[in-house]
């Protein structure tokens, strides 16, 4: 199968695994080892960090040490990429963590003390920690595995093999790196087919695991699993009950939607119900998020969540975005194109009109010059260009007149040639 790394819904649903696993974070923070909520969660902060309101937590700490790397190519199995993945865990930790699951600031640490590579390092203390214990199958592999998804989307032995490589950094026991091959593939085979299958992977786990995860995703789909879906520190449990939550939701059946409209509400309610489930709240749905993301892209993920969403190392929703995108494209072996975004680098289809346009993903994120978030919209049969608020009152003057900005920076929007909205960097004459 070819995948076309310029395809736009190719493109979109990559941009949200990230996105919807931070989302899936920040909704699951305020209860993670609490009551959990009885109707939908919010994104009010506190948990174990505490967290600011929207903030997300180690899940996606983890992951975008693992995004920065992907986001350049190369697919997370080298000696030096595991290497670049292993020392920015290392940091994270010294730097930046917060919240660190109590398997991975083992490893962690007790890495600090051996020599050699950080790869090298990292994998040696986790095999020493199984072989002491034989109970390093903790979720904290699955929780950031969503992004290894995007690294080859045009070859699942490969992802797969980086699911391995980035799972065993920190969690030796095989059940871990099993998880993570059939989430991460779970999450290519969303984004390349827009499906929601986590057995599409089986057939990359040994044979004599294949009938047992079968078994397990089977317990999940149960209205009632056998499985205590609230002891979910344990990377099966977490992954049962990942799943389960997209399962029942009410929008989805027999294998798909009852109908396409339908996918709207899919996401937020499949996240509402991971955290639900109890436990370890905002890893369960983070796992949840990222492939929900996968299947539905950036269009149904709630635009407040997009916007309040931000964490270390001082990033926010368009960041991610744009880390999902990188990965996919440079992943297929795209690097270079007639058309580049000047805000975040995706390689777009040429357009001889607009050869320095915004992609429509960080055009998404215009704001006015007080940071508030507007749409742009054509004015219908007459023409022309406007902007608006999210409560649908009109935007400043200066920003109707095409003045926007994108994370501080300065651009002009204005109505597109062919219809629609574009967005690009000033020009001489750009209204002031």
Known sequence: MTTDALDGNVLDRASGVLLGQACGDALGVPYEFAW?????????GGGLGPYAPGE?????????????????GGGLTSTDELDEVAAAFEAWLAEGATDVG???????????????????????ASSVLHERTQKTAGNGALMRT???GLVALDDRERTARAARAVAELT???????????????????????SVLDVRAGLDLLPVD??????????????ARPEADLRTNGFTVTAFQAAWHAIRHSPFFSAGEFTEYDATVSHLPDALHRAVRIGGDTDTVAAIAGALLGARHGTRFIPREWSLAVHGWPGMRGIDLSRLGRLTAQRGLGLFEGATRCPVCGTVGNASARYPDRVCTWCAAWVTDEQGV???????????????????GRAAEQVTRAGRVLIGGTEFAAGEAHMGGTVVHPLREGTPA
């Open 36 to 44: 959990p909520p009885e109707g939908d969660a919010q994104m009010s």
């Open 56 to 72: 997300w937590s180690d899940d996606t700490q983890m992951a975008v040490c693992i995004a920065r790397v992907s986001e350049r």
């Open 102 to 124: 109590t398997q991975t600031a083992s490893v962690l640490r007790a890495a600090a003390t051996l020599s050699g590579g950080a790869a090298e390092r990292l994998a040696t």
């Open 146 to 148: 969503g992004v290894v």
């Open 171 to 193: 969690h030796a026991d095989p059940l871990a790196a099993e998880s993570c091959v059939l989430w991460s593939e779970a999450i290519r085979a969303a984004v390349t087919r």
């Open 209 to 222: 695991r294949q009938s047992v995860w079968e078994a397990w995703i089977a317990d999940a789909e149960r």
């Open 373 to 391: 978030p507007v749409s742009l919209y054509n004015v219908s049969f007459s023409g022309g260009f406007t902007a608006q608020y999210d409560d």
